[in-house]
C-alpha cells in the first residue's frame, strides 16, 4: 500500500499521547506503514556499554508511529490536510496535492 507520507515532510500527529505535536518526518518505514516523527512518541532504551559508548545506560529515541495517526502539514496554507494524487503531463507518476487550497507539495 503506498504512502501519503515521505521523508522530510512535516506532519502533525492527530492521535495518540502526542496528540497536536508537529515534527518532521524522520524515517518512513513502508512495509509496516509507519512513520518515525521528530521529537514525538519519544522511548526509553536501556543501552548496553560498548567501545563507542563505554557508559552505557538509559537513552530516548523517537519510536515509529502508524501512518494513519499523521497527518501532512500544506506548506502553502499551513495547516493539516489530507492528500490528493494528480497526474501531471511530461512528468512521471503522480505529485502529491493539498485537499484544501489545491498547491502542490513538490
Known amino acids: 500500500?503506498?504512502?501519503?507520507?515521505?521523508k522530510g515532510d512535516l506532519v502533525k500527529i492527530i492521535a495518540g499521547k502526542d496528540k497536536g505535536k508537529e515534527g518532521k518526518i524522520l524515517r518512513s518505514i513502508p512495509e509496516t506503514q509507519r512513520v518515525v516523527v521528530e521529537g514525538a512518541n519519544m522511548?526509553?532504551?536501556a543501552m548496553r556499554p560498548?567501545?563507542?559508548n563505554p557508559q552505557g545506560g538509559i537513552s530516548t529515541m523517537e519510536a515509529?508511529?502508524?501512518v494513519s495517526n499523521v497527518m501532512l502539514i500544506?506548506?502553502?496554507c499551513k495547516a493539516a490536510t489530507r492528500v490528493s494524487r494528480k497526474r501531471v503531463e511530461g512528468k512521471k507518476g503522480y505529485i502529491r496535492v493539498c485537499k484544501k487550497c489545491g498547491k502542490d507539495f513538490e
Not at 500500500?1 to 515521505?6: F, R, T
Open 1 to 6: 500500500m503506498k504512502m501519503n507520507v515521505k
Open 43 to 45: 522511548m526509553k532504551k
Open 50 to 52: 560498548t567501545q563507542q
Open 64 to 66: 515509529p508511529l502508524h
Open 74 to 76: 500544506c506548506p502553502a
